[in-house]
């Protein structure tokens, strides 16, 4: 079977970047700011509400100031972390941009209520946190993250929000000398770290093996057309996968700031604010999209048709739903759809991949944990030194 698109002409209009896709498109611009600066303003407005609410003092003002950044991190994982559910369905013009967007920020949404497993491995890597003292280590994990987001987001590699958050968590604590759940990092982290690539590689070649051995009799164009209908509910199960995994990963952080400051007992119970306020922030920052990222993933590492973006985004999304519900354990999207992307690629040749790009995001995998918790330890360090 042969996955090149139904005419002549396909090929060759499948290779021109869409206009959306530019990187200077100033209506993506225009949104990704104005979304960006009216959540900004509402999260200064609601915060100054609760402190006066929950009473000003020292600990009051500290917390409510985690708590934005924890969704400002939530938000900034939406926009770099868009590109994972909807890069192959917008690059095989299954989808068009804006309704891949609108669509992964429902199902975004939709993932997010699905279990709360990961939050509670996340509020385990920092277990001792006390007052004050603890939400400047949750904090300065969590601007580490950031900083780590927003430095692979402007050069476009896809490297895992989540493993900055972790990464930040770690280094965080280890700048504090408080004590870390190696435990949960060693067994929840590291090991899915490993494993979870190498899984989507092998799981997206065999399946578009698969594939093409089934329909190896099929006329080309339809089974180009019967793909991008299906790359439509492919995208769909990866952007719920998405906010199933990383919505959580926000909610563990603000109970670890319950916890530290005694609002909460334990990190065994997630708030259903808690739940809703995450997985509302992660579907905003979704929507503003994450156009550098997207280009990558849906252009520069192979080329994508139908047949091959199902396969990938199938792939994908079954193993963030097996970590997730059945090991808790919080996997990178990104590792996930990239290495599928790989694997489905390397059915027609391994040199279909572009193994320079691939090996860039390698790279940026490789430093996502160590260079996000070396941003939290100074951030931490600097909060010390100004006796935060």
């Not at 493993?163 to 004590?179: F, K, N, S």
């Not at 769909?236 to 319950?258: E, P, S």
Request: proline share 4%; net charge positive; glycine share 10%.
């Amino acid at each position: 079977m042969t996955t090149k698109g139904p005419g002549p002409g396909l090929a060759e209009k499948a290779d021109e970047v869409p206009p959306e896709f530019a990187t200077g498109s100033s209506t993506k611009q225009a949104r990704t700011t104005w979304v960006s600066i009216i959540g900004a303003v509402v999260t200064i407005v609601v915060g100054i509400y609760f402190v006066f609410y929950l009473g000003p003092s020292t600990e009051t003002i500290a917390l409510v100031s985690v708590v934005a950044v924890a969704l400002g991190f939530n938000y900034t994982n939406g926009f770099h972390d868009a590109a994972n559910a909807i890069a192959t369905s917008v690059s095989t013009r299954a989808l068009t941009p804006r309704a891949a967007l609108l669509m992964a920020a429902v199902m975004n949404l939709l993932g997010s209520f699905v279990g709360v497993g990961v939050a509670k491995t996340i509020a385990d890597i920092l277990p001792d946190l006390k007052g004050v003292s603890g939400l400047a280590v949750v904090f300065a994990a969590l601007a580490g993250a950031i900083i780590w987001n927003l430095i692979t987001w402007w050069f476009g590699l896809p490297s895992s929000s989540s493993h900055a958050l972790i990464g930040g968590l770690v280094g965080a604590g280890l700048a504090a000398a408080t004590t870390v759940g190696w435990d949960k990092v060693i067994e929840k982290v590291v090991i899915p770290m490993i494993i979870s690539p190498f899984a989507g590689f092998l799981l997206g070649y065999l399946f578009m093996v698969g594939i093409m051995w089934a329909f190896r009799r099929a006329k080309p164009a339809k089974v180009s057309r019967g793909f991008r209908i299906a790359q439509s509910l492919s995208a769909a199960a990866m952007a719920f996968g998405h906010g199933l995994q990383d919505a959580q990963k926000t909610m563990g952080v603000i109970v670890l700031a319950l916890v530290a400051t005694g609002y909460q007992t334990d990190t065994e119970y997630v708030p259903l604010w808690v739940i809703l306020v995450s997985a509302a922030v992660l579907s905003i920052g979704t929507y503003a999209g994450g156009w550098r990222i997207m280009r990558t993933l849906g252009r520069k590492v192979i080329e994508l048709d139908p047949p091959k973006g199902f396969a990938a985004e199938a792939t994908a999304s079954s193993i963030l739903y097996i970590a997730a519900m059945g090991f808790h354990a919080p996997i990178s999207t990104t590792h996930v759809i990239s290495s599928a992307i790989m694997g489905v690629g390397a059915t027609k040749r391994l040199s279909a991949v572009r193994w320079g790009v691939a090996g860039n995001i390698l790279v940026a995998w490789i430093l996502t944990l160590p260079a996000a918790g070396l941003m939290s330890a100074v951030v931490f360090w600097v909060l010390k030194i100004f006796g935060a």
